[in-house]
């Protein structure tokens, strides 16, 4: 009885969470869903046994009769997708190779859901590999709001990729991917993918979990502490008395509103530091303090809160009320209000991957877009914001402005011959190689010539707009170029078209500069198959300089001049057909200097050779 009056309420409670979420999304419906989660760790067996509760709304106009879980740690067995995956790729992740198939049985990873219950009914399923496959007893009505009820157990596995126990550093415990995991349900249909080793994508809603570990282990992650006066280490309210339990273990009750994944760490020598800002956010630091983080960590403090300020600042208002980096994981990995990074590192490295991972909350974590199919939305988008974050912080543009870098890595990419268009899927691309510079790099620069179409100003509102219009809603590629078109009035579907589904390059030169009847004749050519607008900076001999714009037609209109370019004289439309165009100064060429095609270096041109025409 009890358990019924509770779920009405909650049922309740939920309902006006979707009622929130269907106003604000238009005419695109999102499931939503509510996790109550508890378990309780042997940290001699690194296992646990855990129990769920999921209240599921479908706002789907589809009725389910199928669902799907994700249940990662199986990746972490001998001859697994992720195993066979690791082996056999072309340029391994070394951080994987051939790891997992030499794990023992005490070392692998498994979830294995032992019973799951639908309203009440028991369920059928089907363990494969990482998805559990789940027939309902019946199915879900659109506008129905189901409760599952499940019991598994889990046993932690080293660490390998992301998750795991005792890391390199020695952090016991790195809890990602660690219950099962209800699959997202879209517009584009279910999204379950097999864990292989690419990123991911999940339902928006509330995360209610209390984990129970001995009492030593110091604990961190998404969500808020709903307990701290009880749990102590750091959380406890200022001047507030600590009331712990005489039992040899704690039970730590995390509460996180409104996101789609949660992450936890714990070890017992985790130092804790937290960090109140003026606008009520907190950041906590937790580290196992030793000479190799002892200074660098102290240090961070002064960064992270600079860092939040700056995103929030440009990309949209931090919606939640606190951010946790933590020690653990194998590298840099980004969760909903937390990371797990590897610690030992020098400051600068330090804090270019904090602010790398806090960079993605505002895409992984709370635009929250599918990164199996769109990893260049949330990899690439954080790249490019990052890039600003850390120039802004160290206030210097490293080798002339912030993307520089993206540039590089894609133009090598683009010439290596192993180029996979950026809409691939994440876990196909034939090489991590043509994955990472593709996402990372080549989805930077997405946004960085954008800056170059429409003019930075005009981006950088584009992106709050961005924010504005589909955070908590999951934007696909047009969603984002939608928002940049409106913003910028211009059409802009044929650069998404080709710089997103295609491996199509730009490449323009200069390839004649006359005299003709007293004036100068200039010729362009589009070498490349990938048409873009073009910037042609001319300099006189007398010093001054003037800037001639050619829009692509399709383009339906033209950027508006930028502040800090030399004044537009002369603009003409280029139809994409036609592979050269012919442009007439006023002048004669005695008095022209040189010539150059996009002086500020933003259009991806693989061959900048021929953009350059100085007088001999
Ligand atoms: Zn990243």
Redesign the pocket.
Known sequence: MRKITFFLVWTLIMSGFNQQLIQAQGNRWQQSISYQMSIDMDVRANQYQGQQTIAYSNHSPDTLHKVFFHLYYNAFQPNSMMDERSRTIADPDRRVGDRISNLGPDEIGYMSVKGMHMNGNKVSMEEVGTILEVTLPEPILPNSTVIFDTEFEAQVPLQVRRAGRDNAEGVRYSMAQWYPKMANYDEQGWHANPYIGREFYGTFGDFDVKITIDKDYVLGGTGYLQNANEIGHGYEAAGETVRRTEASKLTWHFYAPQVHDFMWAADPDFTHDKIDMENGITIHHLYIKNSKTEENWSQLKEYTPRAMEFFSENYGQYPYQQYSVIQGGDGGM?YPMSTLITGHRSLGSLVGVMV?ELA?SWFQGVLGSNESLYPWMD?GF?TFASNRCMAAIFSEEPSGFPQRGAYVSYERLAKSGLEEPMSTHADHFHTNTAYGAAAYSKGALFLSQMGYIIGEEVRDQAMLNYWDQWKFRQPNANDITRVIEKASGLELDWFKEYWVYTTKTIDYAITGVEEANGKTKITLQRKGLMPMPIDLLVTHEDGHQESIYLPLTMMRGEKAEEEGFAKRTHTQKWPWTHRTTEILLDKPLSGVKSISIDPSQRLADINREDNEWVKE
Request: charged share 40%; hydrophobic share 0%.
């Open positions: 980004e790398h993605h990899e954080t």
